[in-house]
């Protein structure tokens, strides 16, 4: 055999046996694909990836958890959804993806399970689940500590946690807020007022250019915008000019950049504003001013369009997640007040035996209320008590206030899981500092909403969860 003829018998020999290597991949190919299509047809849809954020949803309404699955799907619904605890959920289901957003916050220290039962493929096939659980953190909530004869300070605690961790120091802090992210405060420089924005992530400090020298009240944030606002007067204020009590809001964030606040403007004027607040969800803010009338302004409108609501004496807040403010009107008394439609409902008195003074009054997320009740003896104020009236009018007490205590202030952690109530001996205990003064002594009780039951006591007072400051 000549040489020419062993080169071609050992190349036709190469490319048949090529020729089987690739027959035998596809075959593994077809074999691997055919299995992967038989196990998809047998099982049904798979998830791929979740996404859930438990710390924010304690926090805030409108979290998410969103489901992926390996395939589009057919179409869901509510009934097929199970949330262990049972909690309030919406549903938004389309192509691969199910998401469950939950319109209030979630409860702090809990392990939740999420299934969606009973899911098939857009072209049907068996049935399959669709399950994730988290579990969300501690609660986390800041607290003013006052100190007479040093800084005053403001600290993170957590309930069930061990000591408290400074997040901001200075000599004198008035007041402040705070949303996930930053910390403003305002804080008095000797004969000045300052506001000062502070990053919590990485403690950088930045002020916010006030319109002048001048004092600060009011100051309130919004968590979903990421704004502060307050009310403004100018130092050398008379019946003839400056501003008295303006309401200014601005970014947040930009205070970093030097951004200015800008005066809310309502019908080309800069009212004096008595109440106010940040509408939930919304770039809206409802206005009380001191001649009593009631306003919705829209901040992103630059000609100052308002909603008007008649009058009011005070408004108590607006509930989160809601559009709903608890209001107090002259002639019908507490009311809820729709700001979407306008329609309002009285809100009743609950009978809860003995001679009693409403305190406090705030409106809840899932239509309730939390109030507090001085009892009185011969017309006289002694302890009070503090209890939450549900939607029905069914009324529970949640804690107490002893004869010798003066209740300064009451508010609910975001999900209404923890209610703060905020103390001060009445003995010995003189008020002083800063511009809103309060009892030199004052404690934060942390009550489980459910129980009754105290799980923490901490000095200080004006916990973030509240949507304003005890004056």
């Not at 097929?80 to 702090?108: K, S």
């Not at 402040?176 to 000797?190: E, K, L, Q």
């Not at 924005?197 to 002048?212: K, N, S, W």
């Not at 969800?281 to 009380?288: I, R, V």
């Amino acid at each position: 055999m000549s040489t020419d003829s062993r080169r071609a018998h050992r190349a036709g020999l190469a490319r048949r046996r090529y020729a089987r290597a690739v027959v035998i991949v596809l075959g593994c190919f077809v074999v691997a694909g055919g299995a992967a299509a038989a196990i998809s047809v047998t099982q049904g849809p798979r998830v791929t990836d979740v996404q859930a954020d438990p710390a924010a949803a304690t926090g805030a309404s409108g979290s998410r958890v969103i489901f992926t699955a390996n395939q589009a799907l057919g179409e869901i619904d509510e009934d097929q959804v199970t949330i262990e605890p049972a909690t309030d959920f919406t549903l938004d289901a389309a192509g691969r993806t199910v998401g469950v957003r939950f319109p209030t916050a979630l409860d702090a220290g809990t392990e939740y399970t999420v299934t969606v039962n009973g899911v098939q493929g857009i072209g049907g096939g068996p049935e399959s689940d669709l399950a994730t659980a988290f579990t969300t953190p501690p609660s986390e909530v800041l607290v003013l500590e006052r100190d007479p004869t040093g800084d005053d300070r403001i600290v993170s605690r957590t309930i069930g946690g061990a000591e408290a961790a400074t997040v901001v120091s200075a000599g004198d802090i008035d007041d402040f807020r705070a949303t996930s992210s930053f910390v403003v405060a305002s804080v008095i420089d000797g004969d000045a007022m300052r506001v000062i924005v502070i990053d919590r992530a990485t403690g950088e400090q930045a002020d916010v250019a006030l319109p002048g020298p001048g004092t600060v009240l009011g100051l309130q944030v919004s968590e979903r915008g990421q704004l502060y606002g307050f009310t403004f007067t100018d130092q050398d204020v008379s019946a003839d000019s400056g501003r008295e009590n303006v309401l200014f809001t601005g970014s947040i964030a930009g205070a970093f950049e030097g951004a200015e606040p800008d005066p809310v403007v309502v019908a080309g004027d800069e009212p004096s504003i008595d109440r106010w607040r940040f509408v939930p969800e919304t770039s809206s803010l409802l206005l009380n001013d001191f001649s009593g009338d009631l306003t919705l302004v829209d901040r992103t409108d630059p000609d100052g369009e308002v909603s008007s609501f008649g009058t009011a004496l005070s408004i108590e807040g607006v509930a989160r997640s809601t559009y709903t403010a608890l209001i107090d009107r002259l002639d019908e008394g507490f009311v809820e007040l729709d700001l979407a439609s306008g329609e309002q409902r009285v809100v009743s008195d609950v009978d809860l035996g003995g001679e009693r003074l409403l305190g406090h009054m705030l409106p809840l997320a899932d239509g309730g209320t939390l109030r507090s009740y001085a009892l009185l003896e011969d017309g006289i104020p002694t302890s009070s008590e503090i209890v939450i009236v549900d939607s029905a009018g069914e009324a529970r007490e949640v804690a107490a206030v002893a004869e010798g205590e003066a209740l300064q202030q009451v508010c609910a952690s975001p999900s209404v899981q923890y209610i703060a109530v905020a103390v001060s001996p009445i003995a010995d205990n003189p008020y002083g500092g800063s511009v809103q003064t309060l009892p030199q002594e004052v404690t934060t009780r942390i009550y489980d909403a459910r129980t009754g039951d105290e799980v923490e006591e901490w000095p200080g007072f004006d916990v973030s969860w509240c949507e304003v400051g005890p004056w």
